[in-house]
């Protein structure tokens, strides 16, 4: 749902960036060859070294991604985060979730292909709450 996701924040006038290892790239299929050709979105899976991926997360507006590595870094680094948990453990949030700004999502409802069955809108509406929050606070 990452690429509904994305599709529907380039319709609200945001740039997207998809990042991922290299090794991610198979899972990622056509979606990343047409993330290529688009103007409001960067294709850097597995195209940055360690030091440009933190970089670019300083520079980021908003990172929205489950309990992994970018998410915390991005946190650890000030930027505003969307945190995609499966509620229960091993993997709940209360122990996993980020320490910075942002918003925690969580359900037990698994796709068939494993996917957390987290409602694109709703992740949507929660990036749109931190551009804004982080608006008024510059502001």
């Given at each position: 749902r990452f690429e509904?996701?994305?599709e529907k924040l380039v319709q609200a006038g945001h740039h997207v960036i998809v990042t991922g290892s290299e090794n991610e790239r198979?899972?990622?299929g056509s979606w990343?060859?047409?993330v290529e050709s688009h103007?409001?979105?960067m294709n850097a899976v597995g195209r940055w070294t360690l030091d440009e991926f933190m970089d670019a997360l300083v520079l980021a507006r908003v990172v929205v991604a489950s309990s992994t590595g970018p998410l915390h870094l991005a946190s650890a680094l000030g930027t505003p985060t969307v945190g995609l948990y499966r509620a229960s453990a091993p993997f709940w949030p209360e122990r996993w979730a980020p320490l910075g700004i942002g918003i925690v999502m969580s359900t037990n409802d698994v796709l068939?292909?494993?996917g957390l069955n987290l409602e694109v809108d709703n992740v949507f509406a929660s990036v749109e709450n931190l551009l804004q929050t982080s608006a008024e606070s510059e502001g």
């Open positions: 509904l996701l994305a198979e899972f990622l990343i060859e047409r103007a409001q979105m068939p292909e494993g």
